[in-house]
């Protein structure tokens, strides 16, 4: 589902160059849960925003389901965004202004879903992660958990083959954390691929595939 080969990830200028990512390569199987863990700044977010194609490398290659993305063109790449990857943020990036509901059409609108369609997908996405009862609440209302769990509904609604999830239980309680890694490990079994950052070694051991960055390198990929 993922290979990334050499990727590399530089910031700053010819001057000051920083390298956040560093010749990492790995390879996440169809169907897999995986975890990728490591100390903070030590490039998790920055490589899985190269994976969600929202970001570019400034060196080496990532395929997706099969397709080389580093000669797409941004029109391409947000096509393969949109149809088969979901994004959990690490923060929240909710309209805060809006519903539940209006923030999840947001995302089946830029896919391109039918009125009758995002009605449907809706409701199913907040059922999935029990969250229907809040569907006309204002996004701001909502507890950190049931923001978390709005936010893997949006990244469910287009129905991905691959979910990435940027610490989703990073500032949730122990109750919250266990509802979201149940829905992740539920999603999986459905058949979803998952990869998930997270700095808990607790929750790390949920995944069946555990790769760990130190200062923008892997020093270790287990199966
Ligand atoms: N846009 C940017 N410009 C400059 N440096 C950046 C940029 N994005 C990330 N970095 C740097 O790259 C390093 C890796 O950042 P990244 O956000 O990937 O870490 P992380 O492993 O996700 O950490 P955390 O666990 O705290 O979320 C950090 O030192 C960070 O300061
Ligand atoms: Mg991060």
Known sequence: MI???????????????????????????????????????????????????????TKGSILLDGEETSPMSEKQRA????????????SFYLEEAY????????????????????KKRIDECLEQVGLLHKKEALASSLSGGEKQRCCIARAIANRPKLLLADEPCGNLD??????????????????????????????AKRASHII???DGSVISDEK
Not at 36 to 48: C, Q
Not at 79 to 90: E, N, P, S, T
Request: proline share 2%.
């Open 99 to 118: 519903t539940v509901s209006q923030n999840i059409e947001m995302a089946l609108l830029i896919s391109g879903t039918e009125a009758p369609e995002r």
């Open 79 to 90: 096509a393969l965004r949109w149809g088969k990857i979901g994004y959990v943020f690490q």
């Open 3 to 57: 290979i990334c080969q050499n990727l590399i990830k530089e910031f700053g200028t010819a001057d000051n160059i920083f390298r956040a990512v560093n010749d990492v390569s790995f390879r996440i199987e169809k169907g897999e849960f995986a975890a990728l863990i490591g100390a903070s700044g030590s490039g998790k977010s920055t490589l899985m925003n190269m994976i969600g194609l929202i970001d570019m490398p």
């Open 174 to 203: 122990s109750e919250n954390t266990e509802k979201i890694m149940e829905l992740l490990t539920q999603l999986n079994r459905q058949g979803t691929t998952v990869l998930l950052i997270t700095h808990d070694l607790e929750d």
């Open 212 to 214: 760990t960055l130190k």
